[in-house]
């Protein structure tokens, strides 16, 4: 029988419950260890697959090459002049090699070098079956999985979310004697737990592997178990007629805890709908991952679905207990929700002042004081025109449901600012004030949803502002992977309601960014610190440190909406001043390096602000510009040109018009390059070098304003 050209190889990892973030993490990693482990083994395969469940990896490597390919390979021994005499004789360092190669001397070939001729051997890798690569290599491959948290169970050694209990390890129909985890492979798995009653299987094949899991109650592929979910929850949605909003997150969430997902329908008791909608979302989604449904015109039903990971003739009694845990969780809510009702949120607020908000920044109750004086600054220096009654309301109250009964709650904790909004309508403020208070928290998340009122982005920035430089002065910054106060999520927040961010293929800035003076609101930020600012701390070294901060969240924004790095930090320049212009001069910038002269466009503009940098740092004095003083053509030029465009280029950048702005600059590179070309800046005269370093001083901050082209990489400089 003729040997097969391909087989197909599986691996199976057995493993207790593994953590369902878990799952994606390892399948992605597994995927990429094998494509790397197959080019480190010189085998090859037409696809590679990875599965999970919550108590196993599987990989699967179809069509693989059955035998290595054949690899020749140079071994270098000595140079000839070492391996050989001056008359043609071997030296004892050529007989040495050959016999360290096991081949005679004229087997021996001669291989040319960069350090001139070597005495070499060419041999042929021996090429090894796809199972003996694959038993040899393979276990350093899996000890290369990671993951967030991992623990030791065996003497092994290795590092695991979850103890393994067996290794299944299958060429077509022969086991592949791996080892792994103190454990070695065979060709036995087990299934599911209920329905199979965790039964140990003989697998006989690899391409057996999943077929006798599905029989035996396991459905591998994630996808097959989401479309398990969604068909058993259309024929349940049909008996209360209705729907099943978009929580893709929440499907494979669940998918990610269970085998074989088996759906069941809930009702809980129908007076509980008088809670806002987000409560009983919440008390269905946040613990026990079950799913709201709604009418067909967007309504919460008393009604939710549920799954559970075993027998179908178990779902009554699951179902029960699944009532009974949600029915006690809405009882909660409905209870405090009508105790703070009664109390009134103005009454709720007067609590904050129990409420430590970080130690050393004092209470809650005095962060509110300074997001008032924050605020009140901000509305006239951003233009905003807020009704003063109306936005110190909304300060005052932002943080009120802090000390309320549900929040305080841990299951509704996230409830945060949406439960203050409710509780200032029911006390009868503003709908603006009201959904301020809702929004302030917002975005939530990265790429979240933003606030949407004035004030809801006014609180939003200036709550950000206010724990960003309280940490900064405390000496909290993130420091590695610490950052117990995300102090980065703060950051990309505000940078986000700042600059009114979309999506990452959207525009940036947004369409109604606000303008901001960010050395003047920081230290702003600073000062109201009052007494909590430290007496030790230098104010100028914690602006310079937050504003750096800020700066590098900048750029990480501008890199995912596609700016390149260099060019970010060119228009951000040495101190982040205004984030939506430099956002702009970022934009520009990108644009403009599709003219076919850019990178000369940017060298030239490069030597005038570096020989400024070299007179300064060789403490040289100069005063005013002269433009009498500029005897010669080629400085007369330079500046009658700089003075001809400056005004357009201004004029543009008043209308934020940024690639205008640059491709007019781009006008001036004949002229700086012919000053350089005919002018000595460093001449000898002090007067000439004097006024001469005026001019370039003068072009230089104008080039500045706009961007620090020293940031700028050009190829081959």
């Known amino acids: 029988m003729a040997k097969k050209s391909t087989i197909t190889f599986v691996l ?11 799952l994606p993490r390892g399948e992605e990693q597994l995927k990429r260890l094998a494509e790397e482990l197959l080019s480190e083994t010189r085998l090859s395969c037409r696809k590679i697959q990875a599965h999970s469940t919550p108590r196993r990896f599987i990989l699967i490597l179809s069509g693989l090459q059955a035998l290595q390919i054949p690899k020749l390979e140079f071994v270098l021994g000595p140079p000839m002049k070492v391996a050989y005499t001056e008359d043609g004789k071997p030296t004892e360092a050529a007989i040495g090699f050959a016999k360290r190669q096991g081949v005679s001397l ?54 695991f979310p979850r103890p393994i209990r067996w290794l299944l390890a299958l060429a077509d129909e022969q086991v592949v004697p791996l080892e792994f985890a103190g454990l070695r492979a065979g060709r036995f798995t087990y299934g599911h737990r209920v329905p199979a009653g965790g039964k140990r299987i003989s697998i006989p094949d690899a391409k057996q592997l999943l077929p006798l899991l599905k029989k035996n109650g396991v459905i591998v592929e994630r996808a097959k178990r989401k479309a398990t979910m969604r068909a058993q929850a259309k024929k349940l949605l049909e008996k209360v007629k209705g729907s099943l909003p978009d929580y893709d997150w929440l499907m494979d969430q669940v998918a990610n805890t269970m085998e074989n997902p088996v759906a069941v329908l809930g009702a809980f008791d129908p007076r509980h709908l008088r809670l806002p909608g987000e409560v009983i979302v919440s008390a269905l989604v946040g613990y026990q991952r079950f799913f709201p449904l709604t009418s067909k015109d967007g309504e919460l039903l008393p009604h939710f679905i549920a799954f559970h990971n075993g027998r179908r003739g178990a779902s009554a009694t699951i179902l029960r207990g699944y009532q009974q845990e949600i029915t006690a969780r809405l009882n909660d809510a409905s209870f405090f929700y009508e105790e703070d009702r009664k109390r009134g949120i103005d009454a709720i607020a007067g609590d904050l002042s129990g409420i430590l908000f970080i130690e050393g920044l004092g209470t809650v109750a005095e962060k509110g004081d300074r997001l008032q004086a924050l ?13 003063e009654k109306e936005m110190s309301d909304g300060v005052r109250l932002a943080k009120a449901d802090l000390a309320s009964l549900m929040v305080q709650e841990k299951e509704f904790s996230s409830l945060q600012g949406t439960m203050g909004g409710y509780y200032a309508q029911d006390a009868g403020y503003p709908q603006r004030v009201c959904r301020a208070i809702a929004e302030h928290y917002m975005p939530r998340a ?32 993130p420091t590695g992977s610490e950052d117990p106060f995300a102090l980065r999520r703060q950051a990309l927040g505000f940078l ?21 003076d960010m050395p003047a609101a920081v230290k702003l930020a600073l000062n ?7 007496s030790d701390a230098d104010p100028e070294s914690v602006a310079k440190g937050l504003l750096a901060f800020i700066s590098r969240r900048l750029r990480g924004l501008l890199a995912e909406h596609h700016i390149r790095y260099d060019l970010a930090e060119a228009a951000i320049g040495e101190r982040l001043t205004d984030p939506a212009e430099a956002c702009r001069r970022a934009k520009g910038l990108q644009a403009l390096t599709a003219l076919p002269d850019f990178d000369g466009v940017a060298v030239a503009f490069k030597r005038v602000i570096n020989i400024v940098r070299q007179g300064r740092e060789r403490e040289l004095t100069w005063g005013e510009l002269k433009v009498e003083g500029l005897s010669e053509p080629a400085e007369q030029e330079l500046y009658k040109q700089f003075a001809k465009t400056q005004g357009q280029i201004e004029k543009a950048v008043s209308a934020g018009d940024y690639l205008s702005a640059f491709k007019r600059l781009a006008t001036l590179r004949p002229a700086v390059d ?31 304003s706009l961007a620090d082209f020293t940031k700028v990489i050009v190829e081959g400089e």
């Open 375 to 387: 605020a009140t600054r901000l509305n006239e220096e951003l233009g905003l025109g807020l009704d």
């Open 674 to 704: 012919t000053f350089f070309d005919d002018v000595l800046v460093m001449d000898e005269d002090e007067v000439k070098r004097s006024n001469r370093l005026a001019l370039m001083e003068e072009i230089a901050d104008f080039f500045l």
């Open 528 to 534: 109201n610190l009052g007494d909590k600012f430290p």
């Open 496 to 516: 986000a309601v700042l600059l009114d961010t979309r999506d990452e293929n959207g525009d940036l800035p947004g369409a109604d960014a606000w303008r901001m």
């Open 446 to 477: 990265s790429g979240g949803e933003l606030p949407t009122t004035k004030l809801g982005r006014l609180l939003s920035i200036c709550d950000r502002l206010d724990t960003l430089a309280g940490c900064f002065a405390l000496g909290m910054a």
């Open 106 to 159: 004229q087997e021996c070939t001669v291989s040319e070098s960069d350090r001139g001729p070597y005495l070499a051997y060419k041999k042929t890798l021996p090429a090894l079956s796809a199972e003996q690569a694959l038993a040899e290599h393979l276990p350093a491959c899996l000890a290369r999985l990671s993951f967030p948290k991992t623990m030791r169970w065996n003497q092994s050694g290795v590092l």
């Open 12 to 22: 199976e990892i057995g493993c207790e419950e593994l953590p369902p973030a878990d």
